[in-house]
């Protein structure tokens, strides 16, 4: 298949057309730019629909970028939900929600963490009209339990406007586990980073899309270009559009 090639801003601009309860996953190794696609796609959403009610999870101890994508987009950092406004201050458009984690003590942490995010997904759920970034959700669904949560909004969400956008470094799964096949079957939009690992591979192009060929997927994906950013690798983009489907190749 012949894949058009648009610029990122074009791309923005011009073709991003997201309604709110539809799900976004954005599968890469690590550094391609899924976060920094995150908060552009963010960006766009939110300038079209300002009530959309964003968390922003950060699941991870570190992410240097993210003070400047939560200014950027106006979202309120906080570490618990439901966050604590006082009397006086107007409440933000959205939030980062950023647990601290506990580092002494790896049970209590991950139970902290999953019940600051589980908290959050079920005000999301259920109050809809919402976005959810599970950003790393590996980490969410895996590691801090919370593939449950995940899945219903996958499933369940779109009716009630919940959509959930994800970033995922590793679609094969690992011994550990995975994140349900629900993350490559319910998103309306998809974005592939340029991958070369054959289980993460065969994963990706076993996404089902009529009139989309396994093998072209899996080409198309190993052969993405990449551009070297400081220390990252980052990624043009293969855009995968369900309601078509309509397929790009999203420039870095
Ligand atoms: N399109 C781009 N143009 C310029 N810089 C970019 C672009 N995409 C990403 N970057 C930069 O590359 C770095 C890595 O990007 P980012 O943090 O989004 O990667 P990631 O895929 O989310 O990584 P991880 O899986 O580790 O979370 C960041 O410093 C980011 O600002
Ligand atoms: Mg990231």
């Not at 648009?6 to 599968?27: A, C, M, S, T």
């Not at 400047?68 to 966050?83: F, H, T, Y």
């Not at 908290?119 to 259920?126: I, R, V």
């Amino acid at each position: 298949v012949q894949v058009q090639q648009i610029p990122r801003k074009d791309f923005l601009e011009q073709f991003w057309d997201y309604r709110p309860g539809e799900h976004v996953n954005i599968i890469s190794p690590t550094g391609a730019g899924k976060s920094f696609l995150t908060a552009q796609l963010l960006g766009q959403t939110l300038a079209k629909y300002p009530d959309l009610d964003v968390a922003w999870q950060c699941p991870k101890p570190n992410d240097p970028a993210m003070d400047a994508w939560g200014q950027a987009l106006q979202l309120r950092e906080v570490d618990s939900w439901p966050p604590r406004y006082w009397p006086w201050q107007s409440h933000a458009a959205g939030h980062i929600l950023w647990p601290k984690h506990i580092v002494d003590d790896e049970t209590r942490n991950r139970a902290h963490i999953a019940e600051t995010f589980r908290a959050q997904m079920n005000h999301a759920y259920w109050h809809g009209h919402s976005i959810t970034v599970a950003d790393d959700c590996y980490l969410t669904g895996v590691i801090y339990g919370l593939n449950t949560e995940l899945d219903r909004h996958w499933i369940a969400g779109r009716s009630n406007k919940a959509g959930l956008w994800t970033t995922l470094q590793k679609p094969s799964g690992t011994v550990q586990g995975a994140v349900s096949s629900f993350a490559y079957d319910a998103p309306t939009h998809m974005f592939f980073g340029r991958d070369s690992d054959e289980r993460n591979l065969k994963r990706i192009s076993e996404i089902s899309i009529s009139a989309l060929d396994p093998e072209e997927i899996k080409s198309l994906v190993r052969h993405l270009p990449v551009h070297r950013i400081g220390d990252d690798t980052v990624s043009d983009m293969l855009y995968v559009d369900r309601r078509g489907p309509y397929l790009a190749q999203i420039q870095a």
